[in-house]
């Protein structure tokens, strides 16, 4: 069983930065950022294939947005710049072994990130 592990939530304003980490107890080598807001179905913001670098993002975070792995294969990070009031969620962390084909069966708690205008 993997264990997941968010850090780095928090409130700032509009046009602010945050920076999401996420630790693996298992050498996963395929995770991604997901959030959900109140009322919203859940949405994969980033993934990152850390065996090889490849990442992807939804349209809402792309150009804001920048998912990467530390030198450990099952850690990844969100820098999240340019903030806005919809951007306000519950950021989760998900992991899984390869092949990365976009399911994820390992999740964090979740971290909470509010933007205020």
């Known amino acids: 069983q993997v264990q997941l592990q968010e850090s780095g939530g928090g409130s700032v304003q509009s046009g602010g930065s945050l920076k999401l980490s996420c630790a693996a107890s298992g050498d996963t080598r395929c995770m991604a950022w997901f959030r959900q807001a109140p009322g919203k179905e859940r949405e994969r913001i980033a993934s990152?294939?850390?065996?090889?670098?490849?990442?992807s993002y939804a349209d809402s975070v792309k150009g804001r947005f920048t998912i990467s792995h530390g030198n450990a294969s099952n850690r990844a990070y969100l820098q999240m710049n340019s903030l806005k009031p919809e951007d306000t969620a519950m950021y989760y962390c998900?992991?899984?072994?390869?092949?990365?084909?976009?399911?994820?069966?390992?999740w964090g708690q979740g971290t909470q990130v509010t933007v205020s205008s």
């Open positions: 990152i294939e850390t065996d090889n670098g490849a990442t």
């Open positions: 998900a992991a899984d072994w390869p092949p990365c084909d976009g399911n994820y069966n390992y």
